[in-house]
């Protein structure tokens, strides 16, 4: 869908609201951009403006995603506490995605700057993987380096045994933190 007038802003949002209904998947604000004709920036305020009228969008690592919220099925949620060195993210992030749960975010409670989350959205080994090479692409640090490891994430899974099942096995490879 690429624009071939100068849209307003509000049809423009309307656009974006669109493409973002109609996929299953995360896009890019620079995919955004392209198609709307206009600079990423301009997407992130859209996106801003979009998610103060109560739009469920949910800006991932991997992009923006409209969070459907039609479906039915249950889904149970869980946040629980982590610590441990940076090496060892990637061991815990696929010990919990191999239990069939979803990690939406990791949080953290800096001293200085109090509490900070961001979206890590990953369910499978390979969407880890992908995580975990973004990270080295951009040599940024693990938001649980600011708070010596530990951190918090929000997990999410149809089943609420699959949760305890994760948080047994978070305990058994000393990863729980229980403080």
Same mark, same amino acid.
Not at 15 to 20: A, E, I, N, R, V
Not at 65 to 77: G, V
Not at 145 to 166: F, I, M, N, P
């Given at each position: 869908?690429?624009?071939?007038?100068?849209?307003?802003? %509000? !049809?423009?949002?309307?656009?974006?609201?669109?493409?973002?209904?109609?996929?299953?998947?995360?896009?890019?604000? @620079?995919?955004?951009?392209?198609?709307?004709?206009?600079?990423?920036?301009?997407?992130?305020?859209?996106?801003?403006?979009?998610?103060?009228?109560?739009?469920?969008?949910?800006?991932?690592?991997?992009?923006?995603?409209?969070?459907?919220?039609?479906?039915?099925?249950?889904?149970?949620?869980?946040?629980?506490?982590?610590?441990?060195?940076?090496?060892?993210? %990637?061991?815990?992030?696929?010990?919990?995605?191999?239990?069939? =749960?979803?990690?939406?975010? =990791?949080?953290?409670?800096?001293?200085?700057?109090?509490?900070?989350?961001? @979206?890590?959205? =990953?369910?499978?080994?390979?969407?880890?993987?992908?995580?975990? !090479?973004?990270?080295?692409?951009?040599?940024?640090?693990?938001?649980?380096?600011?708070?010596?490891?530990?951190?918090?994430?929000?997990?999410?899974?149809?089943?609420?045994?699959?949760?305890?099942?994760?948080?047994?096995?978070?305990?058994?490879?000393?990863?729980?933190?229980?403080?």
């Amino acid at each position: 869908m690429i624009t071939q007038k100068k849209l307003t802003g %509000e !049809e423009r949002r309307l656009q974006l609201l669109q493409m973002l209904k109609e996929t299953d998947h995360p896009i890019t604000g @620079s995919e955004l951009a392209d198609k709307a004709n206009v600079s990423r920036q301009a997407i992130v305020g859209d996106i801003a403006l979009l998610k103060a009228k109560n739009e469920p969008i949910m800006a991932t690592s991997k992009g923006y995603i409209y969070l459907n919220q039609t479906d039915t099925a249950p889904i149970f949620k869980k946040t629980i506490a982590c610590r441990h060195l940076p090496e060892d993210v %990637e061991r815990e992030l696929n010990l919990m995605v191999d239990h069939g =749960v979803t990690i939406r975010d =990791v949080q953290v409670e800096h001293p200085v700057f109090g509490h900070l989350a961001a @979206s890590i959205m =990953v369910s499978t080994r390979k969407e880890v993987k992908q995580f975990i !090479e973004r990270i080295a692409r951009s040599k940024a640090s693990y938001l649980s380096e600011l708070t010596c490891g530990r951190h918090l994430h929000t997990l999410t899974s149809a089943s609420e045994a699959a949760l305890k099942e994760v948080e047994d096995r978070l305990r058994k490879a000393g990863f729980l933190d229980e403080t």
